[in-house]
């Protein structure tokens, strides 16, 4: 009941409604109370911790840790409003070395949820174990010493139904505490992370002795290999980590991890200042993907501008922009050294592109290549592509004449009397697209199954992605199954975009999948998938083309329309009329 002394509009909130106005600004979803029980556990200086999560969080979130825990005096206290261990004055408030510090965490979890403690110090002889119901702390009694701290949180939001309403589904919101999970271990590799939903255990990580070692644990090996190694440093600050080099680049923007001082979090002049280093290495429509740590003077940093702590702000924000910004641009350039002369960077080993190889030749091997760029390459001498070296063949037409190659990625031909230049790999993706999606609006597409199964290792959270659209994935001619805890088996894919590599494409749909959440429709999700598909069937830049194949493919691509944009946004061609020839070389009005 609101209290007032009769005199007035201004009353006095009762302290339960106090309690779930803060519950509302830092208890979201089920993630932001991992999040919450994590920080206090890793402040703790736990070795191990362990979240067991049930119905998504809703009915079960127990976080236990060997931590130092507390003592019988300090258990009961910590449920009060703004109590907390880590700050003495105010002073302390712009010098943060802790995860958390505002002490609003317990209580407002309190607010909402059934909330059991069982703790104890490592020298403690006995524990504390409490109950706190309804937002009051409740029975408070001895218990065993166990090592550190156990939380439990019951019933989330069992007094909050609207709150409860707005909630997705049971795997969305595990997929969300998922990541918090997997945020916390990479930002602290020395730590062993163990996560089980409904008794199943959904990954383990074990101690790691660096970045590297825990990002291959939560992301595979084939992140690492795609990436470069940042490494830069200027006073007050440095960055390391590692970025996704172009040409592995896509469209989907996972992993996008930034930590500040070991903390997830959102900075708008970080993002911007990754993507301008990224800037004329990327092709259109790809984004960024990487694991970045920047460690700043705690002095130079606030951290309490955001109730949840997820947003910073950075006292010389251009210094910190202009640092980022430089390191990841000179690891894309293959440089040694970062502009502010500190610390070295680690050369790529990524293979060059076509591209690259062209502008790095000595002017008289130009000259040599130039002579030679339009003749047929030996395959011997191809650079490695991942599609199959079959003939592109159709029924030929004399609308086209086939005049060359350029780069091995460029196809030259008269186009009745144009003059036209075409991308083959963006083309191809396109021609290959618009036949899928015509199948999938027909009659669907028809499964064509691998003679041998093809293993895929995922993480946990990737393989329980599947599971929720396994059933969406069948409709598109995908044949999945687990095999094992973290491997599925892929049996059957698309009939249709030509020879791909199950493994490689699988590992581009989960980029899809993630998406899928936020597509406006059906067909939005389908030409997602569809576009992946046609982009792994298309034939790559860097492979040569025989004057029939290119014929054909030119072909093909006109029978689709001539649309001049691959389905990912990317240029397919550029034409010159005969009128424009004329003009350019002076003939016109002759």
Known sequence: MLKTDGSGKICILPEEVIGRIAAGEVVERPAAVVKELLENS???????????????????????????????????????????????SDLDLWSIRTMGFRGEALPSIAAVAHVRLMTATRSAEVGTELEVVRGAIGRIAESPPITGTRIEVAELFHNQPARKKFLKSTLTEFLHISRVVQQASLAWPSIQFRLTHDTEEIFNYPSALSDDDRIVQVYRRTFLDQCLRVEASCPGASIRGYIVDAVHAKPARIPQELFVNRRPVRNAAVSHAVGEGYRSFLAKGNQPRFVLFLEIDPDRLDVNVHPTKREVRFSDNELIHQ????????????????????????????????????????????????????????????????????????????????????????????????????????????????????????????????????????????????????????????????????????????????????????????????????????EARVRSVLASLACHGAVRAGRSMKPEEIKTLVEDWRAEGEITTCPHGRRTSFRLGITDLEKMFGRAGW
């Open 42 to 88: 890793l402040d703790a200086g736990s070795r191990s911790i362990t979240i067991e999560v049930k119905d998504g969080g809703l009915a079960l979130i127990r976080v236990s840790d060997d931590g130092e825990g507390m003592s019988q005096g300090d258990a009961p206290r910590a449920f009060h409003r703004h109590a907390t261990s880590k700050l003495r």
């Open 323 to 522: 640092l980022i910004r430089r390191a990841v641009r000179q690891a894309l350039s293959g440089g040694k050294t970062d502009e502010f002369g500190k610390t070295p960077f680690v050369e790529s080993s990524v293979r060059p592109t076509p591209g690259s190889i062209m502008t790095s030749l000595s002017t008289s091997e130009s000259v040599e290549a130039e002579s030679a760029i339009l003749q047929p390459i030996p395959e011997t001498q191809l650079p490695l592509v991942s599609e199959a070296a079959e003939s592109y063949v159709r029924v030929l037409s004399a609308e086209v004449t086939a005049l060359g190659q350029i780069n091995r990625t460029f196809l030259i031909a008269q186009v009745g009397g144009d003059l036209t230049v075409i991308d083959q790999h963006t083309a191809h993706e396109r021609v290959l697209f618009e036949r899928l999606y015509r199948a999938w609006k027909t009659h669907g597409l028809q499964s064509q199954p691998l003679l041998i199964p093809d293993p895929v290792e995922l993480s946990p959270p990737q393989v329980a992605l599947l599971q929720r659209y396994q059933h969406n994935l069948e409709e598109l001619g995908m044949e999945i199954e687990p095999f094992g805890s973290s491997t599925v088996l892929i049996r059957a894919i698309p009939v249709g975009p030509g020879k791909i590599d199950p493994s490689t494409f699988l590992q581009d749909l989960l980029d899809d999948l993630t998406q899928w959440d936020s597509a406006s429709s059906l």
